[in-house]
């Protein structure tokens, strides 16, 4: 099962770059998944269509609004996912982008049943190269959790 951990975001506002700082801690932890790729999706685009239609498991790490306090996250799977995406479409700063990227691997027959976003609420969104305490101190819990949906999804499998 080839799983894409997918990092969003801008390391130089803030909070807002969660997503690929949770990557950055991720990669010791998950060195020895042959199956697993972290891909820094930046503030997304277009091309992350590919490896995103050729996972079959998709995890998409993010800055979001999740209406929680500085650094609460959540993580929603599959359907909860897709409901979250579509019915808050202004809770991310790079929601349309995914949502469009979700469109897109429906119409090419191909977004991974296995999903899930882990969102991670921001406290600041502002000029600066790393997250605020709160933030930061969700990054090790969101890493493990990360770690054992792939554990769980393996067993599945």
Known sequence: MKTLVL???NTLLTDEG???HVLQALAPMLADYSDVTLLDGGTLSFTLAGPIEEAD???VVDAANIQSAPGAWILLEGE???AFLMGNRKSTVHEVGLTDLRVI???AGHWP???ALLAIQPDVV???EYPTPAV???IPPACTAIQKLIGAWRHVA
């Open 80 to 82: 909860a996912m897709d």
């Open 113 to 115: 049943e296995r999903r």
């Open 7 to 9: 990092g969003i975001g």
């Open 18 to 20: 969660v997503g690929v």
């Open 126 to 128: 502002d000029w600066g």
């Open 105 to 107: 691997a429906i119409l």
């Open 57 to 59: 498991a998709l995890i």
């Open 136 to 138: 930061a101190a969700a």
